[in-house]
């Protein structure tokens, strides 16, 4: 669908999910802190997707991991494994620059644009809270978010449906008048799935997947998502 969907108020949504990681936290910067540590640059992306495929597999079969745990489980044999010297010392290197990442470009004006337009924002991450706002506290956008979710107090990942279920129950929202914010076509079609309005962040300009559900809306950046759905509220 197309922007024209949003063009009346009420067609607007009313609560904005947001992802964190990768979606609002720039993690680009972390391929530099792998290369200081001897390792590949590309170890830090390689990382990442495991984790997620770790964290995934353990969802479907009934879990629902503590994401830093995994994460440091995940990246010490890594590391160990191409032969980065004291990996312990590097795996507390990397999380503390995890932990420290900045926010994309256009994250501080696209979350204020949409909560001045009268837009209720929380986060849904699948990492912890606490990240998400010393993320925002960093940049000066915690005010603008109501509440900051994880699903460690929800039963599963996401994109298990009973995640976006945990955040509209603690949100007191339907799922039709509450959109999810992405940069992962894997969330996408999760929320999809649990019956939420979808957009799609695409900064990259990458084609979307066609074996996921499509997004309701596709934008290049925050900013332009407040455009569309910050008008009219308030």
Same mark, same amino acid.
């Given at each position: ?16 999910? =947001? ?28 990382? =990442? ?17 503590? =994401? ?21 010392? /590097? ?60 699903? /460690? ?46 957009? =799609?962040?695409?900064? /990259? ?30």
């Amino acid at each position: 669908m197309q922007r024209d969907l949003f063009a009346q108020p009420a067609s607007r949504p009313k609560l904005v999910v =947001f992802d964190v990681n990768e979606t609002l936290s720039d993690m680009s910067g972390l391929a530099a802190v792998f290369a200081e540590l001897c390792a590949r640059p590309e170890l830090a992306a390689i990382w =990442f997707s495991g984790l997620l495929r770790d964290g995934f597999a353990l969802t479907v079969t009934g879990d629902n991991p503590d =994401f830093g745990a995994l994460a440091r489980q995940s990246l010490r044999p890594l590391l160990d494994s191409h032969g980065v010297p004291n990996p312990d010392t /590097a795996v507390d290197a990397v999380m503390d620059a995890f932990a420290g990442l900045p926010v994309h470009g256009d994250v501080v004006e696209g979350v204020r644009g949409l909560a001045a337009g009268g837009v209720r924002l929380v986060t849904l991450s699948n990492g912890a809270a606490s990240v998400a706002r010393g993320l925002f506290e960093r940049h000066a956008i915690a005010d603008c978010f109501e509440q900051l979710l994880s699903v /460690a107090d929800a039963p599963a990942w996401k994109p298990a449906a009973s995640a976006y279920e945990y955040a509209l129950r603690t949100c007191d929202a339907s799922p039709a008048e509450t959109m999810l914010v992405a940069v992962h076509p894997w969330d996408i079609h999760g929320a999809a799935a649990a019956g939420l309005t979808t957009a =799609f962040v695409n900064r /990259a300009g990458t084609p979307y997947p066609a074996f996921f559900s499509r997004p309701d809306l596709e934008v290049a950046s925050l900013v332009e998502l407040a455009e569309v759905v910050g008008e009219g509220h308030g």
